[in-house]
């Protein structure tokens, strides 16, 4: 029995316990390292630390999460000699729902940092500005799109696949794939350009926010 004799799922709108899962775990992501922002927060509030010095960790943090990811792993992957296509963009698109959990959790620790203590220096607020309108664009429209496009390599490619080589999870994942793909069309790949044009602007801004504050950092 192959994956495309599977019965239909539900066409109601109801995230499946996997999904809850996933939501869960990128929930706890994005609020771990929003506590890493409260930590440097409170220790700027204190005077632990200067306010730039908080800032400057905060920000070069983020930044190396995006060169990290976006930069490296993204590219190295499709290197590995034995990982079929479909399986790295499986991973792509896990490692990208992490990614922009870790950073709208670093996001809210700087705008934590911003509100709760006052800097001498200015606070380069568009810069973060800037970072947290590309974040958004990233997280609520474009990732989706470029998810969605991951999904329809995996249907391709699972779709012949016989499914009793097949976990109990991969198998409801497939489904709720397939219900995906056949309700809606494959994005086009102007969305993957412009994810990697507002990663790129995003990159530069962390690193004009961060070298703010890290040359008035007193020698």
């Avoid at 709108?13 to 706890?28: A, N, Q």
């Avoid at 010095?53 to 920000?59: D, R």
């Avoid at 709208?104 to 001498?120: P, R, T």
């Avoid at 380069?124 to 664009?137: C, S």
Wanted: proline share 3%.
């Amino acid at each position: 029995m192959s994956f495309r004799n599977l019965p239909c799922r539900s066409h109601h709108i109801r995230p499946c316990s996997s999904l809850i899962m996933d939501v869960k775990k990128r929930g706890l992501l994005s609020v771990a390292y929003a506590g890493v922002g409260v930590i440097f927060t409170a220790a700027a509030k204190f005077d632990w630390m200067s306010k730039g010095a908080a800032a400057s960790f905060l920000s070069l943090v983020w930044l190396g999460f995006v060169l990290a990811i976006s930069c490296t792993e993204s590219w190295v992957k499709f290197r590995a000699p034995f990982m079929p296509r479909h399986l790295a963009l499986d991973l792509g698109r896990t490692m990208f729902a992490a990614l922009n959990s870790v950073e709208i959790g670093l996001c809210a620790g700087l705008w934590l940092l911003h509100f709760l203590v006052s800097s001498e220096t200015g606070d380069a607020v568009w810069r973060l500005i800037v970072a947290t309108l590309l974040l958004a664009v990233q997280a609520a429209w474009l990732y989706p799109k470029l998810q969605l496009t991951a999904e329809f390599a995996l249907y391709e490619a699972l779709k012949e696949m016989d499914d009793d080589s097949m976990s109990f999870n991969q198998k409801m994942q497939f489904g709720e794939i397939r219900h995906q793909v056949q309700i809606q069309d494959r994005p086009r790949v102007i969305y993957h350009i412009l994810y990697v044009g507002a990663e790129f602007v995003k990159i530069l801004t962390l690193l004009s926010f961060a070298l703010h504050f890290l040359k008035a950092i007193p020698a």
